[in-house]
């Protein structure tokens, strides 16, 4: 007798997030991590505090904290492109 295959095993997690309706939240949520651990990062590399980062950004630091938590993805582009470049980078946003 032949062995059936498990049909759990081969799938991916990609195609499962799709079919349960939660991929589009899910990448979007993952983005917004990324960036804010990068913006973070850059700001550590640099000694900048986060009081002196939110005055680059002529912003409070109640929005800096914003623009760096991770779960809060109601952040701007144009914040996170003004951000990127007081540490010196760029966002860059493309459609695949």
């Given at each position: 007798m032949k062995k059936?295959?498990?049909?759990?095993?081969?799938?991916?997690?990609?195609?499962?997030?799709?079919?349960?309706?939660l991929?589009?939240?899910?990448t979007s949520a993952a983005i917004k991590k990324v960036v804010a651990w990068q913006i973070?990062?850059?700001?550590?590399?640099?000694?900048?505090?986060?009081?002196?980062?939110?005055?680059r950004m002529e912003t409070s630091r109640v929005q800096l904290n914003r623009l760096l938590d991770p779960t809060n993805d109601g952040v701007t582009l144009a914040t996170l492109s003004r951000a990127a470049?007081?540490?010196?980078?760029?966002l860059r946003l493309e459609l695949v």
């Open positions: 059936r295959k498990n049909p759990h095993i081969g799938g991916k997690f990609e195609d499962w997030l799709k079919e349960q309706g991929y589009e939240e899910t973070q990062q850059a700001m550590e590399e640099q000694n900048l505090t986060r009081t002196e980062m939110a005055r470049a007081i540490v010196g980078r760029r």
